[in-house]
């Protein structure tokens, strides 16, 4: 095999890790669409949100220090304590879960009933609104997750496929990251999977997302499951806060992962869980195989801005409602 | 008492077909006109034209555009800073390709070209709806900054990958360039927001207007009782990008006079006229101006109390502000979805019975 054939087939495998992590934000969007019709674009600040908390907490940081400062004049900044990862990890689903309550509570309950537009713009909204809190409460410079995820190329990969190609090919070159979050991923969706199958709230959250009328005649309580798809949403943020973040430093940049996985979306379907992996997939792989064989050597580099975009846009004018989403049925 | 349409009789279909209809809107009107053309000009200084009014202008102009494809025709968009950059750039080439034409010519043409890439940016909105036309239109923001940025063409092979503003005058006054005076900023886009004003409102009134809200409230029933959407869409498509991309094209010349493109016409800048239209008021050419002069305010009156007045640190003062700004958008989309201008519209209410309520 020549080496750029094995360079190509690199480029596909490392698309697919980045898919993976695209589908991984994709299906916080999807858990919240489908239980709620609400399409939050707040998901991606709510990953960097997530992980800010995590390293606030793990550092012992004193949340709104910036403030009280500025406000009492005093400076205190750390509270000396450090805490152990899993022990924060918890806190912060604690404080995703309060979170998801908070915004039922404060801003979604009186919207029950608009149209899905203002909906959308609503969490426009609370993206700005939770990026600043974020901000306010742990500062805004680019902070660094130190959860002890191995970093770097696995060599074992690199020296177990070198044999593959001749001597100008030296093994794929694979983050160990990646692999890690590849894992992790799975082991979420797999367990997503069985809480919507075979718990008594997840068979809720399915039904609620089948006719929200029909559920709430048979006696579910729509306000706590919308509670619960935010809780879930919010931890979904959070792994994919801590696998980003741990791949390129907590900061803002985080929070346009969201804008990564809209198109992801369009391609799925809003409203399949499938169509969000196969989707995220697909774009992935795509913007690195564009890049790689069109995007750099002709056009400049820097596709992958726009190239899932395009695809979407271009995907969408012949199937507009996605890969795996309903039909669309319009009445007048 | 003061505000009613009562004995304001009207005795030709000219009179009838005024763009104020009522006679107090009218006075209001001119006096506004007076004050803007001619007092504001005489006091103007530095400060409160970059600070305020030349932004104030220059975004009511886009949200005034980005109102008529959103709030009169029901299609949001993502794009408007990729069409803002459009109309930056194309003035640039123009300005610098045609140097002994009048800049107000380069800037009409710039907003022609934005509307033709409008309406190719737009042609997807036949086919999809709603959230997913929505993303379709982030393609054009992330598509147009990327192309700005990579082919160097548009920025005329500087090295810097910036392009600047040559000094343009207008009846022997430099607008564009280092040497501006203030006023000349003010007054060029004040001119450019009245015309686009005028002209927005009068189209939303007549028969374009009418097709393009018979597509927002339901697009198949319009369908149905003879609107074409494909011209309907198009057209908003096309009017909102020349309205965006002379805002973008004064944006440029007139008030930044540099521009890196992914900097001043990124995403945020969508969001930012996307919320000037949401507090303004969907579907209202008031409602453009009123949420463009709150979203211009806001800011500078936060950092007035906070870092003048408080003596806090800036960056904690830019972090409340997006605090502020997302729990006003929250606010007013759950208190008031229809934004300023439907208490404009409840204030003129209370007005028509002034000061005897009943």
Redesign the interface.
Known sequence: MSADFLYGIEVIINGLMAGVLYALVALGFVLIFKASGI?NYAQGVMALFAALTLVGIMEGQVPFS??IN?IFGTEVHHFGWEVPALLAIAFTVLIMIGFAWAVQHF?FR??VG?E???L???T??????????G??MWG?DIKTLALGLPQGGSLVVEEWTAGLGGDDFYGFFIDKLDMIATIVAILLVASLIIFAQYTKQGRAMRAVADDHQAALSVGISLNFIWVLVWSLAGIVALVAGVMWGAKSGVQFSLSLIA?KA??V??LGG?TSIPGAIVGGLIIGVGEKLFEYTIGAPY?????E??FA??L??IF??FR?QGLFGEKII?R? | MLYREAGDFKTSYHADNQTFPIKFDRIGFWITMAIAFLVIPFVINDYWANAIFVPFLIYAIAAIGLNILTGYCGQVSLGTGGFMAVGAYACYKLMTAFPDVSIVIHIILAGGITAAVGAAFGLPSLRIKGFYLAVATLAAQFFLVWLFNKVAWFYNYSASGQINAPERFVAGVAVTGPNTAPWAQYMICLVFLTVCALIARNLTRGTVGRSWMAIRDMDIAAEIIGVNPLKAKLTAFAVSSFFVGISGALFFSVYLGAVEVGEAFGIQKSFLVLFMIIIGGLGSIFGCFAGAAFLVLLPVALKVLGVDVLGWPTDLVAHLNLVIVGALIMFFLIKEPHGLAQLWRLAKEKLRLWPFPY
Do not use: K, R
């Open positions: 399409f910036h403030l500025a801003v009186h919207l608009q899905p537009i203002i959308f713009m609503a426009i909204g609370l993206a700005y609104f939770l990026e600043g809190v901000d306010l805004s804008l809209l198109p979306l369009m809003f056009l400049g580099g820097a596709t801005n726009w975009y395009m979407a846009l969408l004018v507009p319009e007048v």
